[in-house]
């Protein structure tokens, strides 16, 4: 009987809201199913010694090149526990999302900062309205996202992380 391994991790993501309101996610999949494709918020693991803050800053430069010049990041509004698989690999990995808004109106999306391999895996980038987010058929993660975002828009940042 075999064990499976499970790679524990703790990442950094951003629900980036423009000025419209709309969210930024990238249309991501698993080289070990590119067939499936979902949609996430920007973000990524921790490098050592980082604190989700700092990675959440790292990972929207590297993904946007958008700069906190750009971005407002506001606190972390939400949190869960993601366990997948990925490339073939098992994790559990600790999430924490930031609230964040563009400073000023940019459409260009610059990704050349991501490494060689998550650039690949990041097949299109798209700003979406909460009505769009409550209509589609497509994967969208974390499970919740439209409503999260809703409550957000309504009633800003909890004060508590709600957890997902």
């Not at 803050?53 to 958008?66: C, F, I, M, S, V």
């Amino acid at each position: 009987m075999s064990t499976m391994v499970v790679r524990e991790r703790k990442a950094a993501r951003v629900l980036l809201l423009d000025r419209s309101d709309r969210l930024l996610l990238f249309r991501g999949f698993d080289p070990a199913e590119p067939e499936r494709t979902w949609w996430v918020a920007p973000g990524g693991g921790l490098d050592p010694g980082e604190d989700p803050r700092q990675a959440a800053l790292r990972e929207l430069r590297e993904e946007t090149g958008l700069t906190e010049a750009e971005v407002e990041l506001g606190p972390v509004v939400a949190e869960n526990l993601a366990v997948f698989s990925f490339d073939g690999r098992h994790y559990e990995q600790q999430q924490w999302f930031y609230l964040a808004r563009t400073v000023r109106d940019r459409t260009h999306l610059d990704s050349s900062g991501c490494e060689p391999g998550e650039r690949d895996q990041l097949t299109e980038a798209r700003w979406w309205s909460v009505a769009e987010l409550r209509g589609t058929t497509e994967q969208l993660y974390p499970q919740g996202l439209a409503d999260l975002v809703a409550g957000l828009l309504k009633d800003g940042p909890p004060v508590l992380p709600v957890r997902l």
